[in-house]
């Protein structure tokens, strides 16, 4: 065998060595993965948990900004099943008072969701608070069509049907609101009887659609 056809020998204890070394890596690379795959599944997580919100709030604010005095039953249906807590019992103590003033007034408001944005989220406490920019038309007899363009400040909150709204108003103008902050809990949304004054937010809120929509009952 010449020169060149020798291979050189590598001690056996070099190798084991090196083994062992590859071999001690094997669990720091994991433990490393792991961290980053947790740290990112959490972001991951929070990112749809956000996205289910904002589609939720954004429906249901569009929902309760939608009557029509033709078909009350199922409209009314709708509010009440995209609400939960104080705002969902108030719907339903004052729903046959308030579906003789829609019948009344004879107004047509829908809504269309233009844009929306998460402000708060706590997965964990199943608490949200969303603003959605909404345009809302109002349609009263022997009148044009009147479009408006709201923003409104809702709470959701995390229910065993989904995330439902728990209130909802206007939001307040100014910087806090285009922060997505407000000074004070939304109210109870909805638009105001025709030819009649809205009621203050200390008693059922903001006219959302303006002074010609009904505005639902507030429960007492």
């Known amino acids: 065998m010449s020169e060149g056809d020798r291979k050189p020998r590598r001690s056996p204890l070099v190798v084991v060595a090196g083994a062992t070394a590859a071999l001690a890596a094997v669990p720091a690379l994991w433990s490393g993965w792991s961290w980053y795959a947790a740290a990112h599944d959490d972001s991951a997580a929070y990112a749809r948990a956000r996205d289910t919100v904002l589609a939720a709030g954004e429906q ?14 199922p ?18 103590r ?26 708060e989220l706590d997965d964990r406490a199943g ?5 959605i920019a909404l345009r809302i038309t109002v349609q009263v007899p022997g009148s044009a069509p009147a479009t408006k363009d709201s923003r409104m400040l809702g ?6 049907g989904g ?3 728990s209130a909802l108003g206007q939001a307040p103008m100014g910087d806090s ?9 939304p109210q109870q949304p909805g638009p105001a009887p025709s030819g009649a ?24």
Do not use: C, I, Y
């Open 177 to 185: 609101a285009a922060d997505g902050q407000s000074s004070g809990a």
């Open 94 to 119: 004052g729903r046959a008072k308030f579906e003789g003033q829609v019948r009344q007034a004879q107004t047509v408001t829908s809504a269309k969701a233009l844009s929306g944005a998460v402000t």
């Open 163 to 165: 995330w439902k709204l």
């Open 60 to 73: 249901a604010a569009q929902n309760m900004n939608t009557l029509d005095h033709r078909n009350l039953s």
């Open 127 to 131: 608490r949200a608070t969303v603003m």
């Open 155 to 160: 709470e959701l909150t995390r229910t065993a």
């Open 75 to 92: 409209g009314l249906d709708l509010w009440e099943s995209s609400t939960t807590g104080d705002l969902h019992d108030q719907l339903v």
């Open 197 to 220: 004054a809205a009621p203050q937010p200390s008693s059922a809120g903001p006219s959302a659609a303006g002074p010609s929509a009904p505005q639902p009952p507030a429960g007492h």
